[in-house]
């Protein structure tokens, strides 16, 4: 049986009360007009708090030749108490999972030195120019993904189980090219 490590902690959250950023799920404010409880833990953060069992499992080394192939699950809260296991697997590489006490998990990822696994499969983009910002720049709302979600003709529900009607959604200049995690 391989090596297992654990580290538990209790998420924080700097600067989940900004006002200055108005779409930003990581503060409190858009969050909740977004349906959530709170703003949300950065999974860049929970990878960080993720590093130091990294390092103990694989050495420095990995700073210079590792990898990481992670994937955000669920909502992470300031307050949550979560648990960081990295369980090792074949080939040499880690199981890495953040979990609250609810048992399911925030992060999910596996972690190595050399090549990743995944390496053979990656396509790099052949757009390689920056994209300007539009401008105005469009605010995401709760409003505005309900709206995406309802037919604006005969306003029922747009559900992939049952299609209410065949009424193409409507073309909108605010439909966000990217997250408003992104920003």
Not at 103 to 130: K, N, Y
């Amino acid at each position: 049986m391989g090596r297992k490590l654990e580290r538990r902690l209790t998420a924080y959250l700097d600067g989940a009360d900004r006002d200055d950023q108005p779409e930003n799920i990581h503060t409190d404010a858009v969050a909740r007009e977004m349906g959530y409880r709170g703003g949300l833990v950065y999974g860049t953060t929970v990878y960080a708090w993720a590093t130091p069992l990294i390092l103990e499992a694989l050495g420095e080394d990995w700073l210079r030749d590792g990898w990481a192939d992670l994937q955000v699950r669920r909502p992470l809260y300031a307050g949550d108490d979560l648990t960081i296991r990295l369980e090792e697997a074949d080939g040499g590489a880690f199981e890495l999972s953040a979990v609250c006490e609810d048992g399911r998990p925030r992060l999910l990822g596996t972690v190595g030195r050399g090549r990743g696994p995944w390496l053979a499969d990656h396509v790099r983009s052949q757009r390689l120019e920056v994209e300007p910002h539009p401008d105005p720049r469009p605010r995401i709302t709760l409003d505005l993904l309900l709206e995406a979600r309802t037919c604006h003709v005969c306003r029922q529900s747009r559900s992939t189980a049952t299609p209410a009607c065949s009424t193409p959604p409507r073309p909108t200049s605010a439909a966000p090219s990217r997250t408003a995690a992104g920003r």
